[in-house]
């Protein structure tokens, strides 16, 4: 049995645990890690971290999941360690498991200082939830109590314990009573202050499935959310222990190979455009009225009625540039 440890890399990301036994173990993930790679993807995930760790002890061991964060969200969350452990905490997770409680930045001022969000939520994709009138057909019934840590800035600090776990339940349910999650655009959120979505998994009680010992770990909030309640906060912080993310992964990046700096003389982009369309007027004025007429008719011959009905037609794929020449073209003087 162990506690807190030192991080692990895992990747750019590190890795902290912060409990572990021969049944369990508890890590500390960092915001933008998937707790498990999508399928088809090579990327890393904490999984594949957390079974390395394991399997330096035991070559044959591997972590099992049996809960998730979302890729975004950080803080504590708890592998077993095997099938037999990973069987005991599945079959009774709900009663395994005595308090799950989070941590939110979200925008504006929650409707009391404490209280109960209480509401029924809809899958309407692997990707996005929505609140729907309580009894709807395939809705799950949603409880969270919440708790108001801290105010500032147009911002609330705010504690959240979960009474049910359905997929998105802070998010959707905070940005049902105004106050979304900071840093989440698919749920409302205007505002980015400290350049990650803010919500953090702070505390985990469960019981162990071998002899039912009550097993609890906590991981704080990251500092950058009580720092922008002041407006201290700064965009880009990861939550990591490593700090805020450099803006290139592997420092700044190099010229492509076999581009060499910019030739003297060469024109931009919008330079070409500009004596492209120059010299397109210059052609149409010697081609006369006659040509100018003809590509009137073109237009009148558009179903519907000419150009303009083109906003009313269903997008059929990518919009092609509006160039009327590739910029690769070279054209004689």
Not at 2 to 30: H, M, N, T
Not at 43 to 71: M, Q
Not at 163 to 186: K, N, W, Y
Not at 279 to 294: H, V
Request: charged content about 30%; some cysteine; aromatic content about 4%.
């Amino acid at each position: 049995m162990s506690g807190p440890g030192r991080g692990q890399a895992g990747g750019r990301f590190r890795v902290a645990y912060l409990y572990e036994d021969d049944e369990i173990v508890a890590v500390d993930k960092p915001c933008g890690l998937p707790t498990i790679a999508p399928e088809g993807s090579r990327s890393k995930s904490l999984y594949d971290v957390v079974t390395d760790h394991i399997r330096k002890r035991n070559p044959k061991g591997r972590a099992a999941v049996v809960h998730r964060l979302d890729r975004d969200t950080s803080g504590v969350i708890v592998f077993a360690k095997g099938a037999r452990a990973k069987a005991a905490l599945m079959s009774a997770w709900n009663e395994s498991v005595d308090e799950r409680a989070y941590v939110a930045l979200a925008e504006g001022r929650m409707p009391a200082a404490e209280g109960v969000l209480d509401s029924w939520l809809s899958e309407i994709d692997p990707y996005r939830v929505r609140q729907v009138p309580a009894g709807t057909s395939g809705s799950l019934r949603a409880v969270t109590r919440y708790r108001v840590l801290a105010e500032g800035d147009g911002l609330s600090l705010v504690e959240l314990s979960l009474e049910t776990g359905r997929r998105h339940q802070i998010r959707v349910q905070l940005a049902a009573v105004g106050c979304p999650v900071v840093g989440d655009e698919r749920y409302g959120s205007r505002r980015d202050p400290i350049g990650r979505l803010g919500l953090h998994a702070s505390l985990i009680s469960l019981a162990r499935p071998s002899d039912g010992a009550t097993v609890r770990v906590e991981c704080p909030a990251p500092p950058a959310f009580a720092a922008a309640l002041s407006g201290a906060g700064q965009r880009g912080p990861s939550g990591s222990p490593d700090g805020p993310r450099r803006p290139f992964p592997d420092g700044p990046r190099k010229p492509s190979p076999g581009k060499g700096p910019r030739r003297a003389g060469a024109e931009s982009r919008p330079a070409r455009r500009a004596l492209g369309a120059e010299r397109d007027g210059e052609k149409r004025a010697e081609r006369g009225p006659q040509a100018r007429g003809r590509l009137e008719d073109r237009s009148r011959a558009w179903p519907g009625g000419g150009p303009s009905s083109r906003a009313e037609k269903p997008a059929t794929g990518p919009r092609k540039s509006s160039s009327r020449y590739s910029t690769r073209t070279k054209r004689k003087p």
